[in-house]
């Protein structure tokens, strides 16, 4: 296949990355190894990373698909603790740890209890000393600003960030919102929308 992505990321990062053969992504509500991947792409090319979700059944899949990287059955917040999931499948693309989120969007969910832990501390468990990345998406379903204003922005370095925005109703706009105004505060450069998909460059990258 030419791309896996639903609005095509996956080949802005291949033109983008064009010259560089390995690298690594973090990418938290990777969902699917093959479908709808904004990775998958870069994973044949010779990519690895760590891979994040909340369902288990997508984690299975990615260490099926993908043994060598990181894959991670748990929820990304801003520190550990006990949280409620909102979930209507065993591999859903819209389940949740939002409540109003779960409310507008899932039918006939259940609720379960996980944990959650800080980006900062996965990266830190996980990545041993190294403290730069090429890439990191970002497809929480509504959590992605909570995601974001708790990484540690001193210490772990991203070259492109990915992340889901919707412009669907109020609250979705005003989440968009912080999350474009929070990653210009941090010297990242607005390049494009891809579908439902924001994407941002650091200015201060230095290979």
Request: proline share 1%.
């Amino acid at each position: 296949r030419k791309f896996y992505s639903q609005w095509g990321e996956d080949i802005f990062l291949q033109n983008y990355f064009k010259n560089l053969n390995t690298g690594f992504y973090v990418d938290i509500g990777c969902f699917h190894p093959i479908m709808y991947s904004n990775t998958c792409l870069l994973f044949h090319k010779g990519w690895s990373g760590i891979n994040i979700d909340l369902n288990k059944t997508s984690i299975d899949l990615f260490n099926l698909a993908r043994p060598a990287d990181t894959n991670l059955n748990l929820v990304v917040l801003d520190n550990q603790k006990k949280i409620t999931v909102y979930q209507n499948k065993d591999l859903g693309k819209m389940n949740t740890i939002n409540p109003q989120y779960a409310s507008y969007y899932l039918k006939n969910y259940s609720v379960r209890e996980s944990s959650s832990f800080s980006l900062n501390s996965i990266l830190k468990k996980y990545c041993l000393k190294n403290n730069k990345f090429e890439i990191i998406n970002i497809d929480a379903e509504g959590s992605e600003y909570t995601i974001l204003k708790n990484i540690d922005f001193r210490k772990y370095i991203f070259k492109i960030i990915l992340v889901e925005t919707h412009k669907w109703n109020s609250f979705t706009k005003q989440e968009s919102n912080k999350i474009h105004t929070f990653l210009q505060s941090h010297n990242y450069n607005f390049l494009k929308n891809l579908g439902e998909t924001s994407i941002y460059e650091n200015n201060s990258w230095k290979n």
